[in-house]
């Protein structure tokens, strides 16, 4: 059974930084491209960053590129998602997903966490 276990959210000034974690079991980590979605209320769940299989490439959304950095450890199962300069809108649900190919639609992602909550206040 495949498990996605998303860590590190939580409450922070604008300007902060967060650091989300995702720990993967049940797969084989190293063949699958990982990535990250948010979702804030009353909006559809969005694209934020994805990364290789391999880590040698990866992608953001326009709106946090600069600011955030994906990485993984595929020593340790482990997703990554360092979000610095943090804003009021980057408050969302935060969701870690996997896939064959890189993750950038939700289409492409065949597993997902269970979500982690970013609250950036002003």
């Known amino acids: 059974q495949v498990q996605l276990v998303e860590s590190g959210g939580g409450l922070v000034q604008a300007g902060g930084s967060l650091r989300l974690s995702c720990a993967a079991s049940?797969?084989?980590?190293?063949?699958?491209?990982m990535g990250w979605f948010r979702q804030a209320p009353g909006k559809e769940r969005e694209f934020v960053a994805a990364?290789?299989?391999?880590?040698?490439?990866?992608y953001y959304a326009d709106s946090v590129k600069g600011r955030f950095t994906i990485s993984r450890d595929n020593a340790k199962n482990t997703v990554y998602l360092q979000m610095n300069s943090l804003k009021p809108e980057d408050t969302a649900v935060y969701y870690c997903?996997?896939?064959?190919?890189?993750?950038?639609?939700?289409?492409?992602?065949?597993?997902w966490g269970q979500g982690t909550q970013v609250t950036v206040s002003s």
């Open positions: 997903a996997g896939g064959r190919v890189v993750v950038i639609t939700t289409s492409q992602c065949d597993y």
């Open positions: 049940g797969l084989t980590f190293g063949s699958y491209a």
């Open positions: 990364i290789t299989w391999s880590g040698l490439s990866t």
